[in-house]
Each structure stands twice: as C-alpha cells, then as structure tokens.
C-alpha cells in the first residue's frame, strides 16, 4: 500500500559498519535482500562473512548505519534464521526437544508429540527419506545427521514462518546426494518467496543456486553480480588480492642471489597423505581455516615427538599459534618460558644450569628482540607479538631440525611480522626445516612450497613461482559440481 | 520411551540399587516390612531432594557446595521461626528462594565459578544458622510432623515420597517444556542464547528452583527429626553430588537422570545401613559409601566403553 517499490527486501542493510575494538570487521556496506532470491556469499576467512551473517539476524547491533527489515528479527519467533557451519544443537537432547528451544509457541501439554511432528515434517520436505529418529538423543546421532537437523529446525515454521534462511557452509558435512536434496529444496523454497543467504567454499554450489553472488573481503562488498555475470575464474579473481607486491620466497632468495633449497637435498618428512619436506625448505600449509591443516601438523608432531622420556637431542620443536591453549605458562617469568625446550639438554645430573640458562636467555634476547629489561619478568608482562618471539625463540633454542609452527602469527603486528620472516628464512639457509601452516596468503608466499588443504585433503601442491593468491584461493574451493 | 533409554549404563542406577537392597534383605529380613523399609529409607528422603537440587546446579555444568549449609539454615528457620511467627517464616524461606536464583543471575552475568561463589556462599548460610540457632534444638511444625509421619496404605510413606520426588523431578526436569530449554543450558547453551533466550533468566531459574528443592529439604528433615542444629544437613553437599553422579549424571554437558538421581541417594544410605547390619562401626560409613561410588562409576566407564566399541 504505502511503498512505491515493486518489491520489499525482507532485510536492507545502508552503510553498515562494525567495529570490534580497533578491528573494522564491518566496512560500509550496502545490501539488499529481496523475497524470492538466493544469495550467494563467498570470500576468503576473515573477509566479515559471519560478522556480517550476525547482522542481518540481528545477533550483533551495527557500529554505524542502519538495518531495516519488515520481518520479525532476532529473539525468540525471528523469521530470520540461520544454520551456522559449527553445529550448534544441544547435544544432550533430542530433535524434538531441539526444536522446543527454538519454538516460542509450542507450549502445554503433548508439546513433545507436536515437536516431533513438526520437525519430522520439515526434514520429510528437506531430506525425503532421511531415516532420523527424532526422539533419539543428537549425540547418538552422525555429524550428517545432526547437520540435517539444524536445517530442517532452519527452515521449520516454528510458530510463523522463515522468511530468510542463512546456510553458512552448510553442506561440509553432507555427502553429495543429501546436499542435493538440500540444494533442490532452497530452491523449491526461493520460489515459494523465500529468502536465503547461501555461504559455501564448494563454488559448484554457489553457482547451483544462488541467483546472485556478493563477494566480500575486508569487511567490503568488492562485488556483486547477478550469477551469469561470473565464471569461475572471475569470482575467483574477485575474491583475492593480497600481496602481489610481497615477493614470494623464490623470488626473495633470487633476489638475495642464496641457494634454493634445491631438490637435491634430503626429505625429511614426508607422511601417508601425501606431506613432504626437505631439508632446509620452509613448507606452508595454506587453504580456508579448519580444514585439516592444524591436525596435520599436530599428527606429524606427535607422531614424532610422543614418548616417556624427553630426549636431549629433539627432532622436532612447535610454535604455538594459539599462545594461551598451547603456548604460553602464564605464571612462568619469559626465561623459563623460553628455556622450556632446552632443558633437557642444557640440565646436568638432573638439574638445570641456571648459567647457562640466563646466557642462552640473553643471546635469544639481542638475537629476536624481546623488549624487556629483565627476563626474570613475569611472560604476561610482554605484549602478545613479544610472547610469540619467546615462543619462536624456545623452539629455535632447541637443536631440533624440524621446526613447526601452527598459524604462529595470530596477533603480532607487522613489524615483529618482517623480523621473525628474516629469522626463519636464516635459519632454513643453515638447513631447518620449516613446516608453516597459515591463514594469511601473505606468510604462504614466503615458502618454498605449499600444500593447500580442503575438507582435510591436500588439493593442490604449489612450488615456487606457481605460488600465488590465486592459485592457493582456487585450490582451497571446489571447483567441480559435486 | 525410545529404545535409547535401554542401554544398560541407563540402567546401572536400578541394578546397584537392587543389589545392595537384596544384599540388606538377606542380612536382615525383617527389612522386608512396612515398618523395616520406613526406617530403612526415611532420613532419606530430604538427602533425595538436596540431591534434585544438586542435579539442577550439575545440569547447568556448575557445582553447589553450599547444598549442606543452605538445607541447616533452612532446618533452622523450620524449627524456629516457623513455628514462632509462621507468616514470618515462610517470607524468610520465600528469601532464601530468592537469594538462590539472584546467585545463579550473578554467576552467570559475571562468568564467576560457582565452585567457588557457593562455597562462600556455604559459610554465609552455615553463619546465619548459628546465629538463628546457636545450639541445636527447636521444635518442629505440628503439622509439618503429622504430614512426615502418616501412615499411607500399601507401601511406608518414605517410599511414596522418594516415588513422588522421582515422578515430580522427572516430569519437570525431564518431560516439562522449560525443563528442556534448562537441560539445553547445559548441552550448549550458545545454541539456548541464539534462539533467542535470555541466559541470565534462564539460570536464574535453575537456581531458584535449586532453592526450592533446597527448602524442601529443610522442611522435611525437621518433620523427621523434630528439631535442627545449624549444622545438621551439613554432609548433604557430598551426598547429593554423589547421588547425582551414581544416578548416571555427568558433570559437564546437561546430562541428567533425575530418577536415577533418586535411586543414588537411596542407594547411597542404604550402604550405610548395609554395613550396620555387617556389624561393621559407623565409623566406616563415609569410606563404604565411597566404595560404592568408585565401585558403579567403574562399572559404567565399562558399559560406556563398551556401547562406544559397538
């Protein structure tokens, strides 16, 4: 009645910023979701897909900018839903019971028998033939399965009605047949007027679906086409960019005019799913975060590194990326922090040699730069780029040849950035091997070679000059249909 | 019921119940009575309600230490207050409620470890106990004495009453809608926020309800007794996590038997009751109560490991 436009979006955001502390995760954007399409979303980690999917269903409120909506959103009976790739079902509790919590109308009694029949009704539209029990406990159930639930309590009227549905990566526990039906249902569902939001890494996908693509990337639409205006390669262009002008490892040591760590020399490592090294070759593990990277790296070192005894002599140390999990002992001062790996080796009958540890403290000291006046000070005195050089320092310290770092640059400013590349590049030219998984395309092309991961397969193996945004990106999402 | 609630770690709470209590009636036949089985399991009774307490705070993935000292003060108040100034009374347990789900607001809006705030909480209680009640005395509540000592047909009425707490716990905790939004806190409650909850109410309200079973408690501990002490319930708090975990709860994850949680708190005072029939001195009444916990805890690591080898 009163609005000129032939169509209402069911959300509009206008100049939409979001600001975590100094973090511009949100920066100005401009969308608009009409009934009846499907959006697909794509961009790198940490291009503000999930800040931005918190927006729009009202989780997170905008720094600045405005969003409208003519649905109910947020709380209890929102008509905006979302499926988020973690899954986020009470474990402890059956389907039904599942839906409860998300219902704001089913109340009273025989309230478990009209949960049941509702949830079974969604999943017989989602899934035809899904065979779950709905009264069973969701931890008896498979991670498909349990996936299959979380859409089904998605798109379930739930007292209403959805009207937009937001799929983040909602098929990578799904196998190929399962993920169809859903594809043909969120089809069936945009005819019938809904709405959703489709974010996925499998491209084939994407363009199954989607009406409309928005690529994103740092916190910015960079583009925004219907899905014919795309091909592969150009949403694959879309979505890099990074750091062509940072010269890859190849490069730089050409550049420098020092040996490549040539196929000649040794390999080191080399495991069952296909993960080599040699020696003085710095490896990155590269892909979308989450995707068997960081369990590679803690099966090799384990694998290698398991036993009773702490041998003097170790074949591999770790960098920690996730300094307070597996890092840093917060109530130790930085020396012993930093010492931690040498003990055994430096310790005589069984005690440790407190002078030689305060020397090898004080070289470790000039040679990576800690800023402190006193290593006798609490670790947690240091900012976090400081705690990560005692991290590299004590895996460094130690004699061992393999050195591996677990996304060790979480965190630390650019500056500490530029050291810790020259120091790694230095020590893999005196013949350490590096194996180096990262979230930033910007530490991958400092290696030698890379080994993309995706769904916790390697997909692609880049060497030298073949190593590149765009070829990393295009390894990390399928390519295929299916 | 789905097949699920068959296997037989679901039903370890029933077997070492039964055991223990055939091992009882072979010692001591004349347990086999209206009579024998009321003395048998009537100081049971308030233990199996501090235990539905206790099972609400562990459903949340939290820990009430405070379980003893809050059920004394209540007992308390009971034999005194409440019989003095009845109106009076029930306000201060009505407060006691209240103070209980403020503490799980608290806890929750703070990120604070509850571990730690009930066991300050404990001395809180255990203080205003000594002082309301310096020496232990008191009387208990004509009524309030008739209601624990009737006489019901057919079976003693401290097995009607462990029935009713089972039958009441369960359909609230269990069957009732709220009671699952409360048992998803536990599983995972980023998951109860999303839909749209407000966390903050939500633990409020196990708390509170905490608080009630914790009255409960009191009320019926003075009814058996007739009088109280400000330290008369203070092994509560070990019985009812122990009960709770014999009842095949979990201490993390929202996974809660309430039925079972009942079944714990029998079982756990029939081992004390067991050993006196042995002719074996109280005194080692807390140690064969641990032994029965290590002894089930064990058997259902087996049947879980078994059901996780299937």
Redesign the interface.
Known sequence: MNTPQPVEAVVALRGVHKQFGAVRAIDGIDLALAPGECVGLVGHNGAGKSTLVNLING?LKPSQGEIDSHVTR?????AIR?VFQEL??????SAA??L???H?T??GLG??RRAGAEIRTSLDQVFPGHGI?T???VD?LSIAQRQMIEIAIGFAPRGGQARLVILDEPTSSLDAGIAEQLLAHVERFCAEGGTVVFISHMLGEIFRVASRIVVMQDGRVVAERESAGFDRDSLVDAMGHVAQHAPSGEQRRHAEGSAPAGAASETVIEDAAGLSARRGEIVGLAGLAGHGQAEALAKLYFAGTSGWRAPRKPRMAFVAGDRGRDGVLPLWSILRNLSLSVLPAGARRGAVDRRAEATLGREWQQRIGIRSDDLGNPITSLSGGNQQKVLFARALASSAPIVVMDDPMRGVDVGTKQEVYALIRAEADAGRTFLWYSTETEEVCQCDRVFVFRDGKISAELSGAEISEERILAASFEMQEN | MTRHSISPRKLLPLISFSVLLIATFALQERAMSYLGLNLLFNLTIPIALATIGQLLIIMVNDIDLSVGAFVSLVACIVSTLLVQHPWLGWLALAGLVLAYAALGALIHRFDLPAIVVTLGMSFIWGGLALVIMPAPGGTSPEWLRALMTVKPPLAPMAVVAALLIAAAAHLLIMRSGIGTVLRGLGGNSRSVARAGWRLSGLYALTYGLAGVFGVLAGLTLVGLYTSSGASVASSYTLLSIAGVILGGGEFIGGRVSPIGAVLGALTLSLAGSLLAFMHISPDWQIGAQGAVLILVLAARLLFTRREALL
């Open positions: 989780t947020g709380g209890r009976g929102s979302s986020s079902l009470c474990p402890n509790l019971e599942n409860r919590i998300a704001p089913l109340k309230w478990r029990d009264d069973a406990r008896t």
